[in-house]
């Protein structure tokens, strides 16, 4: 009986595993690729900015600072969510998200130079 269990558990954990990959495949993949398309060339674009920008660009402007400063709009953001607000939060998390892609290309900036 153990050894047909076995088996079954087997031959499911295969089939679960033959769904995941084509689901993968199938629908997450062009997102992917779109994705990665899209956040390169927004990477080179800002990272351009930086650049020419060099001697405008406060010491303070740290990947550090935009980490802080999106982490206090988490406070913003759930205040209005409780006081019944769906938009400007909406807004805010689209922003967080955008500093997240930021302060990595603002990491790297400081770094190159």
């Known amino acids: 009986l153990r050894a047909m269990v076995a088996e079954i558990a087997i031959k499911l954990f295969a089939l679960v595993d033959s769904i995941v ?27 351009k900015i930086l ?3 060099k001697a ?8 550090n600072f935009i980490t802080y400063a999106r982490t206090i709009l988490v406070v913003p953001t759930l205040l209005l969510l409780a006081w019944g607000h769906t938009l ?22 400081w770094v190159d130079i």
């Open 21 to 47: 990959e084509l689901y993968l495949g199938t629908v997450i993949k062009p997102f992917l690729t779109f994705h990665e398309k899209f956040y390169s060339s927004f990477n080179t674009t800002l990272r």
């Open 51 to 53: 650049d020419d920008n």
């Open 56 to 63: 405008k660009i406060a010491d303070w402007f740290t990947a």
């Open 88 to 109: 400007l939060p909406s807004f805010i998390v689209i922003l967080v998200d955008f500093g997240d892609f930021l302060d990595g290309v603002v990491a790297r900036y």
